[in-house]
């Protein structure tokens, strides 16, 4: 009997939306543990001290901080779930280093808006995210990876 998907043997199944959850969970903690720990504060500080290398040197407004966290859940929950969706391990390393890089890119934004660049929650989502989709993917066949569509 001839095997269509070699890799659908060696790994368990994969189950989507209860892995984004947990995955989301987890880095939406560890944002909030940094928080807890002032480990936000010095991340926010070396983005503003990147900004400031730019030629901004003073961001008297503050975005509100439910503003973002509320993009630091979508970013934990959303990306995760949007890895765990898409079918390949490039396009997920991919779509996740957008993802971070569009976080990163949110800071002189900010500053051209004179909010002080508080981006690390967000971005510490992105990637503990990203990082654990991406390696959740690698070790589960997930759906869309195991079926190959021929359509006439």
């Known amino acids: 009997m001839k095997r269509t998907n070699p890799r659908a043997d060696a790994h368990p199944a994969g189950h989507v ?9 987890m880095s939406l903690s560890l944002a909030v543990g940094l928080e807890l720990t002032g480990g936000l504060v010095r991340l926010n ?5 990147f900004v400031a290398a730019g030629g901004m040197q003073s961001c008297p407004k503050r975005l509100p901080d ?3 966290w509320l993009v ?3 970013a934990a929950f959303g990306l995760a779930a949007a890895l765990l969706l898409t079918s390949g391990g490039g396009r997920r390393i991919l779509l996740w280093l957008t993802a971070v890089l569009l976080m990163a890119a949110w800071a002189p934004v900010l500053a051209l808006a004179a909010h002080f660049p508080a981006v690390a929650a967000p971005w510490v989502a992105a990637v503990w995210s990203g990082a654990c989709a991406v390696f ?3 070790r ?7 079926i190959a569509r021929h359509d006439p």
């Open 17 to 25: 939306w209860q892995a984004a959850a947990t995955i989301g969970a």
């Open 45 to 49: 500080d070396l983005a503003m001290r």
């Open 66 to 68: 439910v503003s973002i």
């Open 72 to 74: 630091a859940v979508l």
């Open 136 to 138: 959740y993917a690698s």
């Open 140 to 146: 589960h066949q997930m759906p869309c990876d195991g």
